[in-house]
């Protein structure tokens, strides 16, 4: 597992420091200034940010995976609704359900979508307590890069109603339907791939792509943490959502 260090600065003896060397360091910082100013110049008053690199730990055993990507304002594809009618590729779709949902027809799968506010155990494990769990990497629905949720396969009772939210995402297979209604859009997936790793030997989940994609995560077997259940997908439609009138 890939760890960081924060390598704590000790403080140096100054008093041997000569005078030469200070006046050295002084002109290499005034020269550096320059260098680097003179660049902000040609590339104009506001330079691109330079992107951030992020890891996140999952959730859920002391062997966990992280996800590992550099993250970049990602841009929402408008894509054809390959499920809809011809005449209206974009129909929009009624539903009764008020805020986010993860839902798979396949699995009789209804669960709220809990943005998770940050990666650290307790935020993620409360928004498991209460749904599924889309973590902050940088990647929402809709957007180049890797959506990635986590669900518990299983859990004691203390863990919530929704402790065997993905308990059957092994049983999906290619082309099955993932449906992720996120702030009045439905965003469907299809799925793609699904493998089980080993925390141990795969320690990263990549979160960066050139496409919009999804990941769905659960610990398998279920009441272990031993190995993790990935299943993943590919956008293929964008529909708005209409309240339903009943």
């Not at 290619?174 to 141990?200: A, C, F, G, Q, W």
Request: proline share 7%; net charge positive.
């Amino acid at each position: 597992m890939r760890v960081m260090f924060n390598n704590t600065m000790q403080a140096d003896d100054q008093a041997g420091i000569s005078k030469q060397v200070a006046l050295a360091s002084v002109a290499s910082i005034l020269f550096l200034s320059f260098l680097f100013g003179g660049l902000a110049f040609v590339f104009g008053q506001n330079p691109p940010a330079a992107s951030e690199k992020r890891t996140a730990k999952l959730p859920i055993a002391s062997d966990r995976l992280e996800l590992l990507g550099t993250y970049s304002k990602s841009t929402l594809i408008p894509l054809v609704a390959l499920s809809a009618k011809a005449a209206n590729p974009l129909a929009a779709i009624p539903t009764a359900d008020k805020g986010n949902w993860v839902k798979i027809p396949s699995l009789n799968v209804r669960v709220p979508l809990i943005e998770a506010k940050s990666m650290t155990d307790a935020e993620v494990l409360n928004s498991l307590a209460n749904g599924v769990a889309m973590y902050p990497n940088g990647v929402l629905p809709g957007q180049n890069g890797n959506v990635f949720i986590a669900g518990h396969s299983s859990g004691e009772p203390w863990k919530g109603p929704y402790r065997f939210a993905f308990l059957n995402i092994s049983k999906l297979k290619k082309n099955d339907s993932v449906l992720i209604d996120y702030h009045e859009n439905r965003y469907t997936y299809i799925v793609t791939d699904s493998r089980v790793i080993n925390p141990n030997n795969d320690k990263f989940i990549e979160s960066t792509g050139k496409t919009p994609t999804l990941s769905l995560m659960a610990c398998w077997p279920i009441w272990t943490a031993k190995n993790r259940t990935i299943v993943e997908a590919k956008l293929i439609t964008i529909n708005p959502l209409v309240n339903e009138v009943k």
